[in-house]
């Protein structure tokens, strides 16, 4: 029967709340070429994951143990063993153990008992914990604030003046409304767009990555995003909802979007969840087992929410009103992905509010930039 | 016993050779209340997919019926079912049904027994195949091919030109290649930028969408992107192969990147090509539900590729460079993404070889863009 | 003798407080072919303007009249001419008249004589006053006010904390200012530039027009200028002052600037006086002529000033500011024609009010816009 | 009597093929007092400048000599003074003087006759000749050459066929032609801009400043332009010939333009080649004084034409030509000024050769800029 001597090593897992120990030691209920490398924690049983990652095994001075066998491990009182016995378990493997409370000890622990063949030496494992079921918030929808502006109607008017006046033309903002009305308009008219520009309004948004790619596609605009290098993403998902149309007719450039069944929004919604929650646990695996965030996140998909901070002025923003909302009076229909309509939706909601009568003459005008 | 009349409808499936017939009949070997609304398609035996989803099953004039019960259904000789008997079938379950040849009609047929609660009438059924294990592909390189270009060295020589001689400069197009590499180091250490703007070069791409997220932020560059709401993506995938190093070390902005472990890449392939499945899996099978496919889209990981065209002048190509190419001589250092800097190096060599005395000067300058 | 009936025109001159009447009669004390046709203005003598443009000069259904000859007019009690008896006049030809009160009429009068060869008829002729030396203002500075702006040092903080934050950033607006500063230098040393985009600032600067075709070079910014076109332009002219260095040694590109001596700014405080006001009246006579402002302004020099509102944001404004002023501390030395340097300077002094950390990294970091 | 021993200095004046002695020496035919201090040429008559600068007068160790008194001079047999004597001369001044031939030394010679007061020294003095009439170039025309490009319908085409290809759609370049007229007209229609990037266009354009002014708001195309601070401009300046309608009649921002009169005509063709004339003497003047081309030029009018290269693509020029051009079918009229809109016809004449399909296409679609 071969010796081990069990050595332990993991990767920190910061949802434990307790050391890990890991330990093999020959196991009296198993053949003799087996032992039991198994791995406690001091911690409640809350606390106490059960789904392990046998990150590596490893006889030094021998290199890997590749497929080396598990067996059912009984552990403590209850073996609640999530393997099947006889299994070939790979680095990188996943494991449904269940734990238990180890009478003698107090602590929570699962083990994993391996069939090492061959001659005795030291076994050196890493496991570590894996989420099993991620909890993935699911959204249908989109957050824009504004979060600092200095926009408003005056700005159009004092920069449009100053091709008449020559001089400082501040003066005149708060000069009579419905000359600035009309200048507006005229300017909307003609399409002369410089006097819209010298104003600004930035936005945090929170929005799925599809809409961020369409979104970017619009280069006259200033973006900070968050980073799936710098930080690990959350998971926070988007899924449509039932107002959502689902169902695409007519031809290329120009589709209808119409309800959808409710056997459609059913399959949306659970293949949705599903399929973000085992991305999203991949991530997880993939972080936990050491690989950088940059990597990991390459499962992610792209229905995964991300935070930007964008600044445009308003002539950008009508720009992008006029390509990213589908609306009556538009000279020239737009057909958009319903998604970044919404967060233009809000975008016009707030601008409307800063700039009202640019607004006005924007929509009078059929939504044309100028 | 409930009188059922059979009446079919399935979406096309491009993937089968045949027609496929829909039918309900009642079921000899069922109780009663249920029918066996069967469908067969007239084809090979490979060309049977053994998934099928239950689109919708209604009865006209009463409603959908939700939660049809499913019973074992056997089918020819074999049975092959996959599905529990007992079961509660609803609108866009997917069932997994193994498929046989029927020996009186030579179909090849599998079938869904339904129990009907409630009066006779006909059963409306939708079904249609789903493909169980997506076949999809998997790179670990990116495809950057120069189709067009007007650039030369000599485009950045007449053009700096014009500032001293005022005249038409082209002429100087062949002369002195010295006077022309000193010129061009000369605008290259003094940031004389614009010069390196009058030439333009278009590159075919195929890369994955997180490293189009990167690519899209240089705003300075023309794009034309495949698009997901227009067209079914394929399933290819990126996953990085064991030369790209996986490990993060250092700090925020400035991370190296070591080689990875033999079970860090086994995880990655294994993780990446299970998950990439799954979600191609799930967009396939929304699909197939007539969901649209920018809806559908949605599950899909970053990691897959999409292609596009992108349009460069010199002069923002540098700026590309500068940030997305890790060199020991660079003046700035970056620590861009390996993927896009996959991109970047095929960028540079292209570029090297359509202006080699700008991109030796961009290489002395430290890289600096100007 | 022809008779000539007088049937005057002119154009409106906003400079002359009386009425203008013109007409022709026979005069007495020249030749039978002659006639003075001559113009008298009902206002004080100060006002009374002493050169006259002949805009036209015909005879109803005859067509014009080309190369009247003019002879000397003797008016009133002292001649007061400067033309030269016998020359021939042509529409279009300025004419230098010394006017005096005509004692009977007490109006002050200048007039034409005109030689009309050919039979009898009405002649029809227009003048209008030319202002002989116009007024003009010289200035050797320049106005930069900054009349709005959303932009501060929080405002780079929250823009790049969303990288690793993922969430709202902006309750870091009154975090440690200790390391706001750390992070903002770390984004400038390693040229992370979008962070400083979320800003902006809206100035007002009056310039001569050969800066201002600099600075709309940078592309990144926005501009609304005073028109040409829409008005006419007032007369306010750069000529440099003693102060700014005249004499460039030094090779293409990298020019050194010198002290010129006092003749150098003597002759360049003359010459520019006198071509500005000559061009202007050049410009002047041609609008009073009725040709359009657009056509008359191209005869103005580069030098007129011309007021704009440019808006930037911080970054924008960094890469104008590592152009546009030459400062010791340079990575990357510029030579900008001081004007426009001047323009940055005053920018520069503003911006740095607004984000003193920001600006402080940027000088502290050589001045390179990231 | 001072003893005054002649020190001649002069700068270089490309215009005389003769070197230039300058020295001093008593009159004998002046007071005592007075020097005559020539300066001779030693070519032909014809090459003999006759309009000369003092550029400096001083006695080397006691400053400069201002206000030296000017004095009638004799020289050779015929005077031909254009100096009144008993003025004073300060540095600076230019002085018209008839030079003839030497008898003794055939040289031809004009000289300046100084009064000095005090003691008596050496007297330093630079001369310089100043062109007294420059020749200058009048044009009404633009120079637009298309010297190099990479554009032609089949861009369009294959950039937009990505969208729903998503393989290189390289091999459609000589696809059916009515179908790439379809799709071009499409994009055009629905506003579709980003297919039109994927093409360059590099012109070389002469025109005068104030077109450039105008050219150069377009912020999305490359220029690179003559230069005034690194290089003498030429004497070319832009008159508007008689089909160039000058008199402007209707409101603010629409303009109509009409016909002028021969008066008119007559005015401008005189007014602007006087004045310019009187600007480039003075430039000259400034130049020849020592003074540096980036001061000197600020006399210059923007009538004066410069070269620059432009490089644009198919959307941006569609931009340009929708706000430079004039035309009837134009969905949303514009009212440039003349001179630019000469630049954008030639513009369009180019590129409706490179691309037929498209610039159709932008005519039957209203001239709007997608």
Redesign the interface.
Known sequence: MPRIDGKGEQFADPGIAGAVRIGARPDRRVPDNLVRAGFAVDGNEEAMPNRW?V??AMRPGRG?LHGIELVKHPLGDEPGIGLAPGANL???DVVDIGCSREPRTGWHAASVAMAVNGPSGAVRIKVHSVPEHPQITVRSDMTV?L????ASDA?VV???R???????S?DDLDADPASAKGLIG?LMR???G??F????M?F?VQA???V??EH??H??A??????????E??PVF???NRE?N???VGK????E?LQ?????Y???D???R???A??YA?YQ??LS???????A???????IY????V?M?ARALMNFLS?RRKSEGSQ?P?YP?REIEMVAEAYESEWSRLMPITHAAFVAGGR?AP
Chains 1, 2, 3, 4 share one sequence.
């Open positions: 990652r990150e590596d890997q790979n680095g990188g604030e979060v600092k502006s200095s700005d004092f920069a449009a100053v091709s008449t006046v020559g001089e400082q501040m005229y003609e399409r002369h410089s006097p520009e010298h104003n600004s930035t945090f799925p990555i599809f961020w790619r970017m596609r280069r006259i200033s973006y900070n995003e968050e980073s799936g290098r710098y930080r993403l959350k988007y899924v449509p959502r689902v169902v695409q290329t450039g120009s589709y979007f959808g069944t409710e056997a459609q059913d399959l949306i659970a293949s949705m599903e399929s973000c085992r991305s991949a695996e993939m087992a050491g690989i950088a965030r940059e990597v996140r390459m499962v992610l998909p792209v229905s991300s935070s930007a901070y600044t002025n390509l020239y737009s992905q044309v």
